[in-house]
């Protein structure tokens, strides 16, 4: 419901809304921006964990493991995909763990 106010001194009207009372509206739109968002962690995990098994895997494995956490904790409706990202990001930082530790922490050796 909206009340509009006339101002004689400024010449300007000015509309005021009141809300109508129904919280439960208010409570489902926030609900599903969050499951929004929490869907948007859940790609972005997945989409950052599956490079990250080949490139920068000490960067995006951890981002890959912390958006996925997130979006677990946050209710995603794409808990598989979370899972998938979740699981691409640590299954990174084993490689990277592997090939350090065979390689004896050389991973480019350029000059020979």
Do not use: K
């Amino acid at each position: 419901m909206s009340t509009v106010t006339e101002h004689p001194a400024i010449g300007r009207r000015s509309v005021s809304r009141q809300s109508t009372g129904r919280p439960e509206a208010r409570s489902q739109e926030s609900d599903r921006q969050g499951t929004a968002e929490a869907d948007g962690l859940a790609v972005a995990s997945f989409l950052l964990g599956l490079p990250g098994l080949l490139l920068f895997n000490i960067v995006l494995g951890p981002i890959a493991i912390t958006l996925a956490t997130l979006a677990l904790l946050r209710g995603t409706s794409r808990r598989g995909r979370a899972l998938l990202g979740l699981t691409l990001g640590i299954t990174s930082l084993v490689i990277l763990a592997v090939t350090i530790a065979t390689s004896h922490g050389v991973l480019i050796d350029i000059g020979s």
